[in-house]
């Protein structure tokens, strides 16, 4: 029973070390397209702020995870031993559980302090101020909705074009919209971007990214909305400015067709 | 001495081992399909149990049975749904495995492109000869019998051989592996799995919009089995395949009704061509009933033919009955205050009647939310309603009081006839209006549209609103425009109606906000 508990531990740690190791493939073998446990590559302009906190926060973890586990897994072999007499009434050690407090503590502050920045350029609402509304992107359940102003420049005007499921927006530009919610909670989530908002009802929020490249990327629901959750996908779509202009002009005459392409 | 293991401590181990064994039963767990069976519906059994109350009908139960029999004849099974073919088409088109001979080129080349990217993964591991590691992908179970019967074995043996040594159209075993997932076009089995997935919970197991979770939407799912479809570009038909595609891929927005565009296109070619398996089905289950309680619980197989026909006949005629417009639409940025006054006057007016259930705000409170008011005739005994009146509320059709002619007066000087008062009524699917003060059974009404939500459900572009506006809304009580409207008339009401959308649109709040934001930052600076 004692080694099945301590193996059992150490099988956590490694485990735990062999999936980040290995997050490519860990348990999946070589798969096809890049597909992996991992981050694709990003492409948006704050995405290498986001990726280098994200790694310096895991490495950290990394050495408490070692620590801790290593740690755990020889308290739990040594001292699991039947033994004989009795307990030993220890006071604890003062200093060590300072130390054990003030350096996590102070890490955590380290953290918050290097994240402020980067936190402040994505989310605050000064970080849209003065940048051109681009678009508004409605979530519901269980699909994206997305709208362009039309020739007045103005939203929820007779002008606008309608986009279902596919977000097209122009590469190497600051792209603010406007998320808005039908209904219930959702989350816009492009994980190539890096960039993640819930979408919460009764609320407009300004979001802003800056892809330098183009491509197809997945638009996904990050917040559990109901039974479609899993299925809620759209696509972000980065093209060249002037494919963006074609595909507005594209949109415009289907907005404006007469019905007779289909005669 | 052995130590004795405690009864608690076998308990437990027993109780591990048999968590262990269950879960190992959870992995590769799959719920099997084939046992949904096609019921009839509510109302052909509430006809025949009055019919056998009525003294025409003997034995209800034997009916309900030919009925059932001769549906599994047409359409064959839930587990295992298709078309009975009849003579005239064969030769002709194939309508058995679903829509497949109805496609063009176009449609094909779409589909081919959307198979590319749902079978990316089995694609690439063909492509890469890997073909033991390719794994059956969802709701292709045709596909993967196919996959694994005819292909698999001869590519295990050697892929550069040709696929068929008797026929040299095919290419060799590797190329056909290839094509066997490009060029995918799914069975009707595979779609109504794909149904049962997606659809049924809300639209029902035959399409009656009535699954569990119907109940809970507002507005309640299409029900198919009446062939009536509301967001079509046809004029007052069964709809197009074109138009059922347009709402999966587009979705009803501001209803339950998401857009599938997720779903590569060949699955939604299949997908339409099961609803209308399910639309059909239930238009011949309604006409069967008919027949077989006109025949004094006899049902011919001539009556059975002749209604599947007819019914089909309705389907293929859609085409013909497509709506376009002539001449080119008018743009937002061209419309002007006139045009919108001419469509304000119009809406308000007599002729096209629109307050009447739209109510003159627009905010589809048409009748019922307007109160009773008493209105003394004047000298002359006419009624005259105000602009008061007209914004206060009141009932229409209650107290219409006729003037010397015998035609009320209304505002503006437009009389009234009896026709153009707003009737109460249920729509076709037997949703009440709810303006008509009448809900149905379960406690639903349905508004007529109220525009200051700006959400149109059946889509917003200026010919979505012509097609609404000329030729009604199929099913509901929403009427086709009187022919004395032009389309100049037509599209002066859609930029009306647009405009009301307009004026209350969720963006109009955000800009006040704004606005107040600056004049505050303004202030600060001072």
């Known amino acids: ?263 | 001495m052995k130590p004795q293991v405690s009864n608690r401590s076998k308990l437990r181990t027993v109780s591990l081992g048999v968590l262990l064994g269950c879960l190992s039963q959870a992995c590769g767990f799959e719920p099997q399909a084939g046992t949904i069976h096609y019921s009839l519906s509510d109302s052909t059994h509430a006809r025949l149990r009055r019919a056998y109350e009525d003294g025409e009908v003997a034995n209800p139960g034997a009916v309900a049975v030919q009925i059932q029999g001769a549906l599994e004849m047409l359409f064959g099974s839930a587990a295992e749904p298709g078309y009975m073919l009849l003579d005239d088409w064969i030769g002709e088109i194939d309508r058995s495995a679903g829509g497949y001979e109805e496609l063009d080129d176009a449609a094909f080349d779409a589909i081919k492109v959307g198979n590319a990217r749902r079978f990316k993964m089995q694609l690439q591991l063909v492509e890469a000869r890997r073909y033991a590691e390719v794994y059956r992908p969802f709701y292709a179970q045709d596909l993967w019998l196919e996959w694994t019967e005819d292909h698999l074995p001869g590519l295990l043996e050697n892929p550069d051989a040709p696929y068929d040594e008797s026929d040299p159209d095919y290419g060799t075993r590797h190329e056909e592996a290839i094509a066997l997932f490009i060029s995918h076009y799914p069975t009707l089995r595979e779609s109504s799995d794909m149904y049962r997935q997606h659809c049924l919970h809300c639209h029902g197991n035959e399409g009656g919009g009535n699954g569990p979770t119907a109940d809970f939407v507002s507005p309640r799912p299409r029900d198919y089995r009446l062939g009536k479809f509301k967001w079509t570009a046809v004029d007052r038909n069964q709809p197009r395949r074109e138009d059922l595609l347009n709402i999966l891929e587009q979705g009803a927005k501001g209803s339950a009704m998401p857009s599938f565009m997720r779903f590569s296109r060949g699955q939604l070619e299949g997908l339409v061509d099961y609803v209308r398996l399910l639309a059909i089905r239930g238009e011949v289950e309604t006409l069967l009933v008919g027949d077989a309680i006109d025949g004094e619980g006899d049902l011919p197989a001539s009556s059975v033919l002749v209604n599947y026909e007819f019914v089909w006949e309705k389907w293929d005629a859609a085409p013909g009955k497509y709506v376009a417009v002539e001449g080119d639409v008018p743009r937002a940025h061209e419309v002007t205050p006139e045009m919108l006054e001419h469509g304000r006057e119009l809406f308000l007016g007599t002729v096209a009647n629109c307050f009447s259930c739209h109510g003159p705000d627009g905010r589809g409170a048409g009748v019922s939310l307007f109160e009773l008011k008493e209105i003394d005739p004047d000298a002359d005994g006419a009624i005259v309603l105000t602009e008061d009146d007209l914004v206060a509320g009141w009932m229409f059709k209650d107290f219409v009081k006729t003037d010397d002619a015998g035609n009320p007066v209304l505002v503006d000087g437009h009389t009234v006839t009896e026709e153009k008062v707003a009737r109460h009524k249920l729509d076709d699917w037997g949703i009440a209006r709810e303006t008509a003060g009448i809900l149905d059974a379960k406690g639903f009404g349905s508004n007529p549209r109220n525009f200051q939500q700006s959400i149109f459900r059946g889509g917003s572009r200026p010919l979505d609103f012509y097609r609404r506006i000329k030729y009604g809304i199929y099913g509901t009580v929403m009427p086709a425009a009187a022919p004395e409207l032009t389309d100049d008339d037509i599209w002066s009401l859609v930029y009306f109606v647009l405009s009301i959308a307009e004026e209350h649109d969720v963006a109009r709040e955000y800009e006040k906000k704004l606005a107040r934001f600056d004049s505050e930052t303004e202030h600060e600076e001072h």
């Open chain 1, 1 to 263: 029973m004692r080694l099945i508990a301590t193996l059992l531990f150490a099988a956590l740690l490694v485990f735990g070390i062999w999936s980040f190791v290995d997050s490519e493939t860990f348990l999946l073998g070589p798969m096809p397209d890049g597909y992996s446990w991992w981050w694709p590559e990003y492409t948006s302009t704050f995405g290498g702020d986001i990726d280098f906190l994200f790694t310096f926060i895991s490495w950290l973890i990394l050495v408490f995870f070692v620590g801790t586990m290593g740690a755990l897994i020889m308290f739990v072999f040594k001292y699991s031993k039947k033994r004989e007499g009795k307990a030993v009434f220890s006071h604890g050690n003062h200093k060590l559980e300072m130390i054990w407090t003030g350096i996590p503590a102070a890490l955590l502050l380290i953290i918050a302090f290097m994240q402020m920045t980067t936190w402040a350029d994505i989310k605050f609402a000064g970080a849209t101020a003065g940048k051109q509304l681009f678009a508004e992107v409605f979530a519901s359940q269980f699909d994206w909705r997305f709208r362009y102003p039309g020739i007045d420049g103005r939203f929820g005007t007779a002008d606008d074009i309608e986009s279902v499921y596919e977000f097209v927006v122009p590469v190497d530009e600051d792209i603010v919209f406007n998320l808005r919610s039908h209904d219930v909670l959702h989350s816009f989530f492009v994980p190539v971007l890096r960039l993640k908002q819930d979408a919460v009802p009764g609320m407009t929020i300004p979001v802003w990214f800056n892809s330098m490249e183009e491509g197809t990327f997945d638009l996904i629901c990050a917040e559990l909305c109901g039974w479609g959750h899993y299925k809620m996908a759209g696509r972000i779509t980065v093209v060249s400015r002037a494919e963006f202009d074609q595909w507005i002009v594209d949109k415009t005459a289907e907005k404006y067709s007469n019905g007779q392409e289909n005669q």
